[in-house]
Every structure is written in structure tokens, then in C-alpha cells.
């Protein structure tokens, strides 16, 4: 064990002992803390010595589904405007975190379990990297073609209708792999076309109001771009503090943002970009409200994924019985048929489950029952929290393969951060963790497959 590791154990204790006494903690948040600590610290420390994907659901889940359920059950929950507006937690804390807790605990297990004696992923990232700059040396012009075509289709999405949508947005995303081809090729000046890619990427989310995959992604490419480099921790956490605040800002000013962005609700002649950074100004001059508890509230919501799903527990199976895995079978095989085999295939997004499993009808924003909710309308406690070990061990499995399949073609792993992107959230439902991932690899084999086919390019 190294020294690192025993420290981050050590401090993560003493800091949960510290915290848990402050609050007179229960047994269920102590552990929700102890959790929550710890892999904080370790996800800190693991920047630039490893990147497992599989760090940022398990992060999220601690976050989302533990540790904000806390600050309402404690906070918020019985206050008035909470309950008339519905976002109390809806069942009591023991029930709560009788079923989350072991569940997230189970889905680390499944993602964390070693498959092979002989497995080291990140020794296979580091080798399929230098791998990746091996072969990208005079083949500058990949990248190139990437970011224009990523650029363009980022931009194409907003006017193109229907199905073909989804394809102009999975098109886009080739703005993000040409800034990795880019960066581990041997073009001259690449230090302006990354430049240039950021402010595309940050252009297209002004554009489009949509800032959570931007987030992922810069999360998800940064550490990548990070493995193999000796970083402080002090740094490191340094980094991760400013990036929380980021976080927190833009989420605090998405709703007036989109006004503008969506309904031109702004202020004069605002452009968007003018809005955005107007708003944020203004935020940080007055950071009072991240101090006062009903002007908190919106975000605290917002983070707070647990609400749904205690909507669940008190609806199921009270007013529905468990769904007995129909839901999560048909989604998997939704997975696989496409809608023109399957014209009336579930549809991801939320609206169907949230009526299904709580009983709302949501109409006009988006929200989702999640992985764990779905596992628990389906199985109830203790099958719920079972199927989030196969759910992690699915996740596990496929990284497995997609290492394995790495040593043959290295620069898929320049494709994690969008191969990953939707997969890695709790606030989504299986079908489109699983949908996702599933889709993002066939686009991928098929980018590989188009390149040699019709311009005699090996990516």
C-alpha cells in the first residue's frame, strides 16, 4: 500500500470522525461521508497516475444520491414551499439510505472488480498513447479534418429536424477527437488549435444552452491529457476546487441563461456570448447567494438526484406493482434494434419513466428516474441493489474489451471522452447509459470504417 493511499485513508476517517460528531451524524451518513471523502481524495490523487472512467459515475452517485439527500433530509425537507412544490425526499431517511447506500456500494463493487489477474488499464492507456503518437507523426492533416468536420456538424445540429439530428450531434463531437489527433500529432503550432477547439466547444454549448456535456467532456479529456505527468496534489486539488466553482456557477445562472438563449429574454441587444459572461460577472460580484439557504435551493434541487427517487420508493409498489425487469429488458433490446425495425421503441429522456415510476407527468424540462430508480421499480431493495453490482460490472466489462481492442487499434482510446460521455451519469436511465454507449461505439467503427473506405485514411 503506498503512502498516498494510507494517508487519503487516514485523513478521510479522521475528517468523517470530525464532520460526524459537528452533525451528530446517523450511521447512514457517516458512511455517505467516509464515501464521499474518500474517493474525492483518491480521485484527486489518481489525476495523472490513472483514468478510469468509471471514477466520475461513482463520484456522482456519492454526490448526487448521498450526500445532497443529506443537506435536504437536514435542511430543506420540511419547509413548506418544498413540500407544495414536491422536492421533499418523500420517504424517510432510514428507508432512504437503506436501499442507496449498499446500492452505490454494490455498483463500485461491479465497476471496480479486477477481471483478469494480469489486468492494468492504465498501463494499456499509457501504451496505446505512445502508440497513438507513434503513429500520428506526419498525419497532422486527421486532426485537421476532424475539428472541421466536428465544427460544422456542432452547429448543423441546431437546423437539421427529426432522427437526422442525432447523427449531426454525434458528428459534432469529432471537434473533440481532432483536438486529441491534434494534440499527440506533430503539427507545428498546435497550441493554437487547441485554443481554437476550447472556444469552438464553448461557442457551440453558448449556442445551444447545453453545458453539462461540455463539462464532462472537458472532465473526461483533461484527464486523459493529464495521464503520465507528475502533478502536486496541492495542485491537483487546487484544480479540482476551482473546477467545483465553475460548476456551481454555471449552474446557477442556466436558467436565466437559456431565457436568453432559447427565448430572447435578454437585456438590449445582448448577443448570447454577452449574456453569459454578463451573468457570470454578476454572479461572482455577488456571491451572497451561495450563502443564503432559499436562494441555494434551486441548485441544491438541481443536484440533488435522490429526490426522484424517493418519488420512486413512496410510488412503487404502493400505487404500481415492481416491474419485474420488463422496463430494463426492453430497454436493452431497445439497445440493439433500431427504430426503423422497432418504429415505436421506448423513447430515452425521462418522460415515460418519471410517469411510470412516480406517478408525475413532466412536460416542458427534463428529468429521470436514473439508474437506481429504475433498478428499484423493477426489483425492489434488496434486487435493485443486486442488479447495480451487474449494472457496474457492465461498465467494467466494457472498458475491458475496449482496452483489449485498443492494443490493436491505439487511438480508440483518443475516443474515450465521447465514447463515455452519456454513460457516465447517474441522472440518466439505463436505456440511455446503455443506448449510448452502444451507439457511440458503432459511430465510431463506422468513422474508422468511412475513412478508409472513402478517402483512404487510417484513423
Known amino acids: 500500500m503506498q503512502l498516498n493511499r494510507v494517508f487519503i485513508i487516514v485523513f478521510s476517517i479522521v475528517l ?9 451524524a446517523s450511521l447512514y451518513e457517516t458512511v ?15 489525476i495523472g497516475k490513472s483514468y478510469n472512467v468509471l471514477d466520475i459515475p461513482i463520484l456522482m452517485g456519492i454526490f448526487q444520491l448521498l450526500i445532497m439527500p443529506m443537506v435536504v433530509y437536514r435542511v430543506y425537507n ?18 432512504y439510505y437503506s436501499f442507496m447506500l449498499p446500492g452505490i456500494l454494490l455498483m463500485i463493487l461491479g465497476m471496480k472488480m479486477p477481471l483478469s489477474r494480469l489486468q492494468n488499464s492504465t498501463a494499456s492507456i499509457q501504451h496505446a498513447l505512445r502508440s497513438s ?4 507523426l506526419g498525419k497532422s492533416n486527421l486532426g485537421v479534418l476532424l475539428m472541421a468536420i466536428g465544427f460544422a456538424s456542432g452547429f448543423l445540429e441546431i437546423l437539421i429536424p427529426g432522427e437526422l439530428r442525432y447523427v449531426a450531434y454525434l458528428f459534432g463531437k469529432l471537434l473533440f477527437v481532432g483536438l486529441f489527433y491534434i494534440l499527440y500529432s506533430d503539427i507545428r503550432n498546435k497550441q493554437f488549435y487547441i485554443a481554437g477547439g476550447v472556444a469552438a466547444l464553448l461557442l457551440q454549448s453558448l449556442v445551444q444552452g447545453m453545458f453539462g456535456e461540455l463539462v464532462f467532456t472537458l472532465i473526461l479529456g483533461t484527464m486523459l491529457f493529464l495521464l503520465g505527468r507528475r502533478i502536486g496534489f496541492g495542485l491537483k486539488m487546487g484544480v479540482a476546487v476551482v473546477g467545483a466553482v465553475f460548476v456551481l456557477l454555471l449552474q446557477s445562472i442556466k436558467a436565466e441563461y437559456r431565457a436568453v438563449a432559447w427565448y430572447g429574454k435578454g437585456e438590449g441587444e445582448q448577443t448570447n456570448t454577452q449574456a453569459f459572461f454578463s451573468l457570470l460577472g454578476k454572479r461572482i460580484q455577488d456571491p451572497s447567494m451561495f450563502f443564503d439557504r432559499y436562494t441555494m435551493f434551486p441548485t441544491v434541487n438541481r443536484f440533488n438526484q435522490g429526490m426522484i427517487h424517493g418519488k420512486v420508493m413512496a410510488y412503487v409498489p404502493a400505487q404500481r406493482p415492481f416491474a419485474e425487469g420488463s422496463t430494463i429488458f426492453t430497454s436493452l433490446a431497445a439497445s440493439f434494434v433500431p427504430r426503423f425495425l422497432w418504429p415505436d421503441k421506448p423513447m430515452a429522456g425521462g418522460h415515460w419513466n418519471m410517469e411510470y415510476f412516480t406517478g408525475f407527468i413532466v412536460e416542458g424540462y427534463s428529468m429521470n428516474v436514473g439508474p437506481f430508480g429504475e433498478s428499484y421499480g423493477n426489483f425492489g431493495p434488496t434486487g435493485g441493489i443486486l442488479f447495480m453490482f451487474v449494472y457496474g460490472l457492465f461498465f467494467n466489462v466494457a472498458i475491458f474489451i475496449l482496452l483489449r481492442l485498443s492494443k490493436k487499434r491505439p487511438t480508440l482510446i483518443l475516443w474515450f471522452p465521447i465514447l463515455f460521455l452519456n454513460s457516465i451519469q447517474v441522472e440518466t436511465d439505463i436505456l440511455m447509459t446503455v443506448n449510448s454507449l452502444i451507439k457511440n461505439s458503432i459511430f465510431i467503427w463506422f468513422c474508422y470504417w468511412a475513412a478508409h473506405r472513402f478517402l483512404r485514411l487510417k484513423l
Open 16 to 24: 468523517t470522525a470530525f464532520l460526524s460528531m459537528q452533525l451528530d
Open 32 to 46: 455517505s461521508i467516509l464515501l464521499a471523502s474518500y474517493y474525492l481524495l483518491s480521485f484527486v490523487d489518481s
Open 78 to 95: 420540511n419547509e413548506y414551499f418544498v413540500q407544495d412544490l414536491y422536492y421533499d425526499m418523500s420517504v424517510s431517511e432510514e428507508t
Open 133 to 136: 503518437r507513434e503513429y500520428l
